[in-house]
């Protein structure tokens, strides 16, 4: 049985849990993290595997049943195939949970095999273009080449279906969109296009300069035939199938048409801390009581105490906005 604690004050059922390896990470996307002079979080403030084994069990044991690994790029992480291995073998009342993975992709050449497995089902990856020099100017590294040979991995691996997320923005890749899904459709891939959140280190993000879900569809419907999918449940993604399918593409337009209402994520970052929105002001020590000498009651009723502070909504169009004191690489996306 789900744990009540899972419950929030307006009724949504927490069931996946994002917890972040690592803020540290092998590129440097410029809406992500600054070109130099992260402040990196202090090694000993940063959750063990056990520590980040046991705050899962406990979220399992209540009822989560999705683990998404994130970062920074999670990959980085020396033991990731054996975080992998564990997570996907704790059991709630509603089984195992599924693992999957969000990267950059440069590592995965050299792990999909064991991060398949270990149990992982599947990867989300970055990619905002095809272009090299774009490449390297949008995440500060020339390594397009390596990206794209880890999606090749990724695919080989059977970590399927492989998701390609890409962040659409004004002037630098927004001209990709057919691009990028014609990219994924030839692959068998699924292209999710993500409106650009004020997440940046550099607090540069402007609302009026976003490109917006409207824009990417319209780029999109002139290039292919698209049908709504249905009820998407709690995904971020609203899905069209394209020309009828079996390809699809999605448009996370957290920003214009946002879907806190049926949020189910709450997220654990690499020094321990919950947050119950990406957007919260306020988070959970959840460090403190694994390092002290908390039961796993106590950690679960620190689960469910964060939930209950959760807003209704992100509020980013709300004049009154903050954007959160972390960039999205400490957060964990
Ligand atoms: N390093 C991994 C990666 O890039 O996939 C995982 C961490 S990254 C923070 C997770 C996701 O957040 C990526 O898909 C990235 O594009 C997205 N992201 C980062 N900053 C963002 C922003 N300001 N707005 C929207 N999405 C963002
Ligand atoms: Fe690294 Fe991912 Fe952030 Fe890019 S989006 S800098 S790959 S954490």
């Known amino acids: 049985m789900t744990h009540p604690g899972l419950t929030d004050r307006f ?7 994002r917890i972040s390896l690592t803020d540290r990470c092998s590129l440097r996307c410029t809406y992500c993290m600054p070109a130099e002079g992260v402040p990196w979080l202090q090694r000993d403030t940063m959750l063990s595997t056990d520590e980040i084994v046991r705050v899962a069990r406990v979220a399992v044991e209540m009822g989560i ?10 990959l980085l992480r020396a ?4 975080v992998v291995d564990r997570l996907a073998h704790l059991e709630g009342p509603l089984g195992r949970p599924e693992v999957s993975l969000t990267t950059n992709a440069l590592r995965l050449p050299a792990l ?38 880890g999606i090749a991995a990724a695919d080989a691996a059977g970590l399927a279906p492989v998701k390609i997320n890409a962040v659409a923005m004004r002037g630098v890749n927004d001209d990709e969109v057919v691009d ?46 698209l049908t709504e999918r249905g ?76 939930l209950q502070l959760k807003r209704p909504g992100h509020d980013i169009d709300d004049p009154g906005f903050l954007q959160p004191d972390r960039p999205m690489s400490a957060i964990g996306g």
């Open 112 to 149: 999909a095999d064991a991060l398949h497995d270990a149990g992982l089902a599947r990867v989300n990856i970055s990619l905002d273009t095809l272009r090299r020099d774009r490449f390297h100017a949008l995440t500060r590294r020339d390594k397009l080449t390596e990206t794209l040979a």
């Open 11 to 17: 009724g949504r059922v927490h069931r996946d849990l």
């Open 231 to 306: 009820d998407r449940g709690a995904a971020p993604a609203q899905v069209w199938d394209i020309d009828d399918g079996p390809s699809s593409v999605g448009v996370i337009a957290s920003v214009t048409a946002p879907f806190c209402g049926t949020c189910d994520r709450v997220r654990l970052t690499a020094d321990g801390q919950l947050r119950a929105c990406l957007f919260a002001r306020q988070e959970s020590d959840i460090r403190a009581l694994v390092r002290g000498d908390a039961d796993d009651e106590a950690i679960a009723a620190a689960v469910a105490a964060c």
């Open 79 to 82: 033991d990731v195939v054996d």
């Open 180 to 225: 990028l899904t014609q990219f994924c459709v030839d692959r068998g891939y699924q292209m999710r296009f993500i409106e650009q959140m004020p997440l940046d280190a550099g607090h540069t993000w402007d609302r009026h300069q976003m490109v917006t879900g409207e824009e990417i569809l319209a780029q999109l419907r002139r290039r292919w035939r």
């Open 65 to 74: 049943t999705e683990i998404r690994l994130t970062g920074g790029e999670p």
